[in-house]
């Protein structure tokens, strides 16, 4: 008989959904002094883009272990913060809502309301008092208020730069929006492109973003691919002279040790000694030319191993090895990045790949010379560039700058945040490398806020990347509705409430959403806006799901499974222990229908264990009826299982604690009739797991609280310990025998049994023992 999960669990989330998981911001309290450590927990999910497709199962596996912690830590008696919002500017968003012809807000509406709904049949404990959305006005007036600090401290600015332009989704888009030349959203081929764009300068921040990273409880992958993209490398800049033009060239290079192996040198074709010596440049239009066909390519494609080297020698210009006073000519060539280092490089082709293969394509020589004592004072450069933050597209956060012909750029004064999103008839994008927003005249003009002349609003917006920079902190300022003006007003919530003690999300984020919150908590700390050096403490990744087809789950490839169904099909609860009960939270595994089968029943079992009704009578009349080695067996057993489940949902092994929650299943269906506190126990183990059967089946048991409201178990550290174990006797290396002995005996003690054990001693008699070898609770080896 399947249990009715449909009402058990519509009924509870109706209770949670009145009660609410409220827990105020107004500072700590610890419910129970009987646990030690720390009274706070904020754990924290990364918000989701409501989608028009719904949520699929792979995007639960975070938000089901994020609520186990929740869940768990509220029983241990902290004060837990478990919020949820939207994040809901963007690409995804705008893209649907022109596919489906209507207008993003309207869009984005409909699908929040979708997706907490989804979120809701899950049953998780969020704090929906604490909701946030990026997209509402009381808001972004925020996000705006931060870049406004930005620019006044100088960290935003405005320049013409080569960018990425996508030609689908007509958009700049930043570095970390690229993978092997393509858009992450839409996979078509990046252009290059130079327009005058908004710019972070997050390059301020590398030495500290790549510092801080040291105290993190981070993933090693995820703090590896930080350091990857910050990419510091320690150097030496060595200046060549051009005597006849009068001018240098500054080299970076990590190996000034192979200066006396430089055949030529190598510019970018950005370099600015090409312009500034255009009429010494013998064949000037040739390298114009060349210049002009580089300027089209993205820097993974110039970079590419397997491409064939290309370049121009600049003619005319000849410079001088400062070590051995050699003349050596001068080439521009694509495979030396203008933003790099210099900007230019000795080519070593002796000792360096890319060189040699240059050097071979044109003729240059290459010489064989020995390694040179060099000591030049090191240069640090980063690969880490400023972040390109203006998007040509509707539907982000309007950039707070008014431009004035006469007075420049000017901040939108704070008192008129926020700058709201103007209604457009479309919203689609111009493709002009201009905003949608440009068209609106009655927008686009307003009053210069300093001298009161006409002037035009900013047109560009804000890249999605925006609005998640800071919204940890959205939740801890007492809801949307509340929002008070200035960030002050939170100083004590913050201080409370900061770090994020655990942060769950994917490993995609490492060099994007990852780095730039961090950036802008280090800023908001620098203007004192923020008690902490870094945003979040504690980041786990959870594994991916992949499809039946073995690739990752994804609406393009159509293998995704919808959560909505399989929890209709086979409730919440079989869906969140079945995801959990896979594997290793953060390895990827294969979805399978099977295996969820496989859990229902497992649930079933539970429901029928402890339900009076299918089974009476639980916690019957007499418990004294089974014999008594059986009880202190299952006693035991309970404590242990207390133990594993404790230690594993603390260490994030979800899946080894269903099984140790199994096992005892398995023993407490032999015994029927235990104490009725022994079933207690087992509900609140089970509670993070299945939280509408646990309640369910607590309420059948005449309890009436919540089991939020519950404390967790504890156990006997007594009765684990003088657990019996099973001890193999070896003489030289063979075995001779096994003996049982309480467990955690030390050396003495085993030996001391051994020699009282008849069929063991004889072995030894007589012998001298050389050596012992011995193996907690496992092994003792006599060596005679
Ligand atoms: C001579 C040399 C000899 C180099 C040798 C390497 C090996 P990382 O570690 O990535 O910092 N380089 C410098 N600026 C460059 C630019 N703008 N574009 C492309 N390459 C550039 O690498 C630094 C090394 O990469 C530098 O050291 C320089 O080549 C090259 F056996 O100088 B080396
Ligand atoms: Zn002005």
């Given amino acids: 008989m399947r249990y009715d999960f449909k009402k058990i669990e519509k009924k509870w989330q109706k209770i949670w959904a009145a009660k609410g998981h409220k827990q105020s911001c107004e500072g700590p309290i610890l419910r129970s002094s009987s646990f030690g450590g720390q009274r706070k927990k904020y754990v924290l999910d990364m918000f989701p ?68 709904e989804e979120l809701n049949a899950i049953g998780f404990s969020y704090d929906w008092d604490k909701e946030i959305n990026t997209t509402d006005p009381a808001y972004y007036k925020w996000t705006q208020w931060i870049f406004l600090q930005m620019f006044k401290a100088g960290l935003a600015y405005e320049a013409e730069v080569p960018v990425n332009w996508c030609p689908k989704d007509k958009t700049v888009l930043a570095n970390e929006e690229v993978t092997d030349g393509r858009c992450d959203r839409c996979d078509s081929l990046v252009e290059r492109k130079k327009l005058k764009q908004w710019i972070l300068k997050i390059t301020s921040y590398a030495d500290r973003l790549l510092g801080d990273l040291e105290g993190l409880d981070w993933p090693e992958r995820v703090k590896e691919m930080q350091r990857n993209w910050i990419g510091k490398s320690e150097g030496t800049l060595i200046k060549f002279q051009i005597p006849m033009i009068g001018d240098q060239i500054e080299v970076f290079t990590t190996r000034p040790d192979t200066i006396d192996g430089v055949t030529y040198l190598v510019i970018a074709p950005e370099h600015s000694l090409i312009e500034n010596h255009k009429l010494k440049i013998k064949n000037y239009e040739e390298v114009k030319k060349y210049v002009e066909t580089a300027s089209h390519k993205t820097d993974l494609m110039r970079q590419e191993q397997s491409k064939e080297k290309t370049g121009v020698e600049l003619k005319g210009i000849k410079a001088i090895n400062p070590f051995n006073n050699d003349e050596i000519s001068v080439w521009v060539a694509d495979y030396v990045l203008g933003h790099y280092g210099s900007g230019a490089i000795m080519a070593v082709p002796q000792y360096d790949e890319r060189d040699r293969e240059f050097a071979q394509k044109f003729n240059l020589p290459v010489i064989d010379k020995l390694l040179v004592e060099f000591s030049g004072e090191k240069a640090v450069k980063y690969k880490l560039r400023d972040w390109i933050f203006s998007r040509q597209r509707y539907w982000g956060e309007p950039i707070p700058i008014i431009k004035c012909e006469k007075c420049g750029n000017q901040p939108v004064p704070e008192e008129n945040l926020p700058v709201v999103l103007p209604d457009v008839e479309s919203y689609e994008p111009t493709g ?268 059948k048991l005449g309890n009436s609280s919540l089991l939020d409201c519950e404390l967790w178990p504890q156990y006997d550290e007594k009765l684990i310990k003088e657990e019996d174990v099973e001890l193999v006797v070896q003489i030289n290396n063979k075995v001779r025998g096994r003996i049982v002995v309480k467990s955690k005996l030390s050396q003495k003690e085993v030996e001391r049994l051994v020699f009282s054990e008849k069929s063991i001693e004889k072995w030894i008699q007589g012998n001298k023992i050389k050596k012992v070898i011995f193996i907690s609770d496992k092994l003792i080896n006599f060596i005679i």
């Fill in 49 to 116: 883009y409501p989608s028009g497709s719904g949520l699929h199962v792979g995007h639960l596996v975070g938000y089901v272990g994020s609520d186990i912690i929740s869940r768990f830590y509220r029983m241990k008696g902290c004060q837990i913060l478990h919020p949820m919002g939207w994040d809901a500017f963007g690409l995804p968003a705008e893209n649907y809502a022109i596919k489906n012809k209507i207008h993003p807000s309207i869009a984005v509406k409909e699908n929040i309301k979708n997706f907490k």
């Fill in 432 to 699: 002009e490398a201009e905003s949608p927003l440009a068209v609106i005249e009655n927008w686009v003009n307003v009053q210069c806020p300093k001298c009161g002349g006409l002037a035009k609003r900013e047109t560009n917006t804000m890249p999605q990347w925006a609005g998640s920079c800071w919204y940890y902190l959205a939740y801890l300022m007492q809801g949307i509705n509340n929002f008070k003006f200035p960030i002050s007003a939170y100083k004590d919530i913050f201080k409370n409430w900061l770090p994020v003690d655990l942060y769950i999300g994917g490993v995609e984020h490492a060099v994007l959403h990852l780095l730039y919150v961090r950036f802008w908590h280090k800023f908001l700390y620098d203007i004192k806006a923020v008690p902490t050096l870094e945003p979040f403490q504690k980041l786990m990744n959870q594994g991916l799901i992949m499809g039946t087809d073995g690739q990752k789950m994804s609406k393009s490839r159509e293998n995704t499974v919808s959560a909505k169904e399989i929890t209709e099909e086979f409730g919440a609860d079989s869906l969140r222990v079945y995801e959990m009960f896979m594997g290793p939270f953060g390895d990827s595994k294969p979805w399978d229908v099977h295996g969820i089968i496989g859990i229902e029943r497992f649930l079933n079992r539970i429901h029928n264990l402890i339900n009076p009704k299918s089974h009476p009578p639980v916690g019957g009349p007499n418990p004294n009826q089974i014999a008594n080695n059986q009880k202190d067996r299952i006693e035991k057993l309970l404590n242990k299982t207390i133990k594993k489940v404790t230690e594993d949902i603390e260490s994030f092994k979800f899946n080894t604690a269903i099984s140790a929650l199994m096992i005892l299943v398995n023993e407490m269906e032999k015994n029927p009739n235990l104490k009725i506190e022994n079933y207690k126990l087992i509900i609140k183990l089970l509670f993070p797991f299945v939280p509408h059967l646990a309640q369910e089946l607590w309420e």
